[in-house]
């Protein structure tokens, strides 16, 4: 059939299966936005407050269903909104494919109104991008995105429309969605080596990172443990891979890691790691970091194998065919005194534990627990709120933890729990601290306007928390702008955006009002009050080793 | 310790192509010493020759990153073991009686070519590989060099082995 542009861009996001897509129109996708309301019973589009909200929100939904999330925005200002939205997906390996549109051919390089060279400005925080020249590559190139995004390593691809190809006709055929290039196992002769390396072990440990829910490899990865009797850890982007209560699983490691996470893995002999990338938040002082482990490391992306740290076993291929074959060749075994050690370090770590009573981050994450259902995700900001959250919420499912790790994106959790709640139907949760949701607070607005069921649980104590534990251990309590002495009523501005909210002083409060919150079928914001000199711990100082671990400040 | 190294890399012939592979080098901050990029015996595939001094290391971590690029078709590392490369050499001096037999004389060692002559300067042409180029360039600092322009290298495998063998997985 002969379609417009803009109406090939709509049918080919239906075609390739997406059902919902985040934006906000502008002069330059004004078209696109013509063929969205021609097709509205076909394709959804939420309307976001901003369309860095939009690129989370993208986000948040592909994280929580692993399909490509969607977002579309117009030239200029329109596009540039996108870039944090595009570089946090793209640092955390989450498939995304944004539409912009651009001004015509023929204006193109005349610095036009709203005209921006967004793939250039996005070629370092995408897989790749597109800059679609003539009508008759517009499907096409949209499929490739949706391929790319979803081959191999995960990750967000631009398609830039200028205004005439979306005017532009040509003949249309529908396809059926892309498929991600075939998944190959690593070398068989590599995993033959890594096999004999972990039967040599004595102090075996699992990392694993985002990589295992992309791969879907949870069952093998028991499978390994139970087989080799290893613990198990996770980067913060492992979280919910797996049980967080399985009996093998000691928790995240790294800088706010659990403390037996962390130890275990710097005394290993031989560290498994599993689509990971021992990011500098993990390794710290990466010279000394587990100084007498052999490193076998599977990735689907063979650039990561020894980029941070030399692997001695570095596997390129699928994790889940790669854990398959990987388990055959693995002797059983068992490591009582290795299990031993580890108990020991579990009794430390739970000697050294918070156990204060009342509204403490940690009590506050425990009353949260009790409201979380199998299926509930949580999306978090960035900070210390995110770290007391990584380091006490449970859960049972895959794709319900949705943090910004490798990118670190204050505003992130807003558009992201949006996202996740529309992937999944379920009744969804954002932890965030009041430095973080004054950054994008505005989609309340799209919360409140497609009647979100969102509790929204904000940990605040004036301050930006994160930086001043900094500021408190190593400058001198100089908290240079870390006060924030704002006077924001953040219950009167909830219902101000029409959600509802109430405040919560005790713990006991905090359980009632979640337990209100859980009912009330939209946005309902809980202001929980915390000290500001709360710290997140265990914590490596910067430039420390696990051997510098801070465990406990002040008495 | 660093190392010279030379990398040929095959391209979809596609605009903003050279940006993308030589961005991979700025981001990881390598200084690229020179750079050719040409057609190829197909109107599909550019090929991009690219000369950079770094540690092996990190070397292997920008060609691992450059094959991650959908455009990227193939990589090949080349050395005087495994290749032939080549470099051309514009040099214009100064025309200066007193000296123009000297250079005349260097010039035939080095096998280069006048191809420019005028009263007040002299254009050489020189084929070679850069490390003959560097020392020419040196021999001519005796005299009056007024400007120099230089191709960066070219380089092809030696015997039937072709860069589209190794294929992007």
Not at chain 1, 112 to 125: A, K, N, R, W, Y
Not at chain 1, 213 to 234: F, T, V, Y
Not at chain 1, 250 to 257: D, K, R
Not at chain 2, 127 to 148: G, K, N, P, Q, V
Request: glycine residues 8%; aromatic residues 6%; contains cysteine.
């Amino acid at each position: 059939m002969n379609l417009t542009g803009a109406e090939i861009v709509v049918r080919a996001l239906i075609e390739q299966g997406c059902q919902t897509v985040f934006g906000y129109p502008g002069g330059q996708v004004i078209h696109i936005y013509d063929a969205l309301y021609e097709y509205q019973d076909e394709l959804r589009h939420v309307l976001t407050a901003h369309e860095q909200g939009a690129a989370h929100a993208a986000d948040g939904y592909a994280r929580a269903t692993g399909k490509p999330g969607v977002v579309i925005a117009t030239s200029g200002p329109g596009a540039t909104n996108l870039v944090t939205g595009i570089a946090t997906a793209f640092l955390d390996s989450v498939p995304m494919v944004a539409i912009t549109g651009n001004v015509m051919n023929a204006q193109i390089g005349t610095d036009s109104f709203q005209e921006i060279d967004i793939t250039g400005i996005t070629l370092p925080i995408t897989k790749h991008n597109y800059f679609v020249g003539a009508v008759e590559d517009l499907a096409d190139t949209i499929r490739e995105a949706f391929r790319l995004a979803i081959s191999g390593r995960p990750g967000p691809v631009l398609v830039d429309v200028p205004k005439d190809i979306q005017i532009a006709r040509c003949d249309y055929a529908p396809q059926p969605p892309a498929v991600p290039a075939p998944p190959q196992a690593a070398k068989e002769v590599r995993i033959r080596d890594a096999a004999a390396c972990i039967n040599a072990a004595h102090r075996p440990f699992i990392y694993f990172g985002g990589g295992l829910a992309s791969s879907g490899a949870q069952e093998e990865l028991l499978a390994l443990a139970e087989k080799i009797d290893a613990p198990m850890g996770c980067s913060m982007m492992g979280i919910s891979c797996i049980p967080t209560g399985h009996p093998r699983f000691l928790g995240m490691q790294g800088m706010h890691g659990h403390y037996a996470c962390s130890t275990a893995m710097h005394r290993s002999d031989c560290i498994i790691a599993l689509g990971a990338r021992f990011n500098d938040r993990v390794t710290g002082d990466r010279t000394k970091f587990a100084k007498g482990a052999k490193i076998i490391h599977i990735d689907v992306d063979g650039s990561e194998l020894s980029k941070n740290v030399p692997a001695s076993h570095g596997m390129r291929g699928d994790l889940k065919l790669t854990l398959q074959k990987l388990v055959g060749y693995v002797e059983p075994a068992r490591h009582p005194e290795w299990r031993q050690t580890i108990a020991l370090y579990q009794s430390e770590e739970e000697r050294n534990r918070d156990s204060r009573p009342g509204l403490t981050p940690r009590g506050a994450m425990q009353a949260l627990n009790r409201h979380l259902r199998e299926n509930t995700p949580v999306a978090t900001d960035v900070g210390q709120h995110q770290m007391w959250a990584a380091q006490t919420l449970c859960f049972r499912k895959p794709r319900r933890f949705l943090s910004s790790g490798g990118l670190g994106t204050m505003g992130f959790g807003m558009g992201a729990a949006i996202g996740a709640q529309m992937a999944t139907g379920e009744h969804a949760v954002l932890v965030t601290g009041d430095g973080s949701f004054g950054m994008n607070l505005n989609e309340l607005a799209t919360a409140v306007t497609e009647g979100v069921p969102l509790v929204i649980l904000l940990l605040n104590n004036g301050v930006l928390g994160m930086v001043r534990q900094w500021q408190t251990l190593f400058f001198d309590k100089h908290y240079s702008n870390t006060v924030l002495a704002r006077q924001t009523d953040f219950v009167k501005l909830a219902e101000a955006f029409g959600a509802k909210a109430e405040r919560a002083d005790t713990l006991e409060a905090l359980d009632a009002a979640l337990s209100r919150a859980f009912q009330y079928q939209g946005p309902y914001l809980i202001d929980c009050a915390i000290g500001q000199d709360e710290f997140v711990l265990p914590m490596l100082p910067p430039g420390g080793s696990m051997d510098d671990m801070i465990t406990k400040v002040g008495g | 310790m660093d190392k010279r190294y030379t990398v040929a890399v095959l391209v979809r012939n596609q605009f903003g192509v050279l940006n993308r592979v030589t961005s991979m080098f700025r981001r990881r901050q390598f200084n690229i010493d020179n750079l050719t990029v040409s057609e190829t015996e197909s109107p599909d595939y550019s090929r991009i020759t690219v000369q950079f001094a770094g540690e092996r290391v990190t070397k292997q971590q920008l060609v691992d990153q450059l094959y991650k690029l959908p455009d990227v078709c193939s990589i090949r590392e080349l050395d005087n073991e495994n290749a032939v490369s080549f470099e051309l050499l514009l040099i214009k001096l100064k025309n200066d009686p007193a000296s123009r037999g000297d250079i005349r004389a260097a010039a035939d060692a080095f096998e280069a070519k006048t191809v420019d002559y005028t009263r007040d300067s002299i254009v050489l042409r020189v084929t070679a590989d850069s490390r003959r180029i560097d020392d020419f360039i040196d021999l001519m600092r005796d005299y009056e060099i007024l400007e120099i322009c230089r191709t960066g290298v070219v380089s092809l495998e030696r015997g039937a082995d072709t860069i589209r063998k190794v294929t992007n997985l």
